[in-house]
């Protein structure tokens, strides 16, 4: 599986940016995705993630509210909208796919599959 994240860049406090991870390789319409961000110097910290379906969502304190993952399986994409961003959410934003076997929805551990990130950064 590669996953491809897209998206990123310069953006000033308040603003928008939508994250794009395409899948290839084996489909990863299947199973459920995540992202994740790492800022210089800190773990990576979990962002956002989905089922499968869609059906279900999951997202970390400091974005409720303000990110949005949503996925077209059809595409074999997964997307995090990210509104109101503040200088805090700067990072490298990474997706990931959970496999078949995936864990928890929130550590690390409970994926399979990452991509290479991209670099967001929200000036104040």
């Known amino acids: 599986v590669q996953l491809q994240a897209s998206g990123g860049g310069l953006v000033q406090a308040g603003g928008s940016l939508r994250l794009s991870c395409a899948a290839s390789?084996?489909?990863?319409?299947?199973?459920?995705m995540g992202w994740f961000r790492q800022a210089p110097g800190k773990e990576r910290e979990f962002v956002a993630a989905?089922?499968?379906?869609?059906?279900?969502?999951y997202y970390g304190d400091s974005v409720k509210g303000r990110f949005t993952i949503n996925r077209d399986n059809a595409k074999n994409t997964v997307y995090l909208q990210m509104n109101s961003l503040k200088p805090e959410d700067t990072a490298v934003y990474y997706c990931a796919d959970r496999g078949p076997y995936g864990s928890s929805w929130t550590e690390v551990g409970g994926y399979d599959y990452w991509g290479q990130g991209t670099q967001v950064t929200v000036s104040s």
């Open positions: 989905i089922s499968w379906s869609g059906g279900s969502t």
């Open positions: 390789g084996r489909t990863s319409s299947s199973y459920g």
